[in-house]
């Protein structure tokens, strides 16, 4: 989403987060940091519900 609104690849945003953020605003990357780590916990948990999603409508 973020990629898609600054028509950046999604690796861009990712190292601009992970790097390029933490000599600009630490305290703002130590929150964005905190956020990603989540998002990677649950990424295996929403590519299943999309993978079933989209199963389920090509049966139809």
């Known amino acids: 989403m973020t990629a898609a609104k600054f028509n950046l690849g999604k690796s861009t945003i990712h190292k601009d987060m992970s790097e390029k953020l933490k000599k600009i605003d630490n305290n703002l990357f130590l929150e964005v940091q905190k956020i990603m780590k989540e998002h990677i916990k ?15 409508a090509l049966r139809k």
């Open 42 to 56: 649950e990424r295996h948990i929403k590519g299943g519900e999309e993978t079933k999603k989209k199963y389920a």
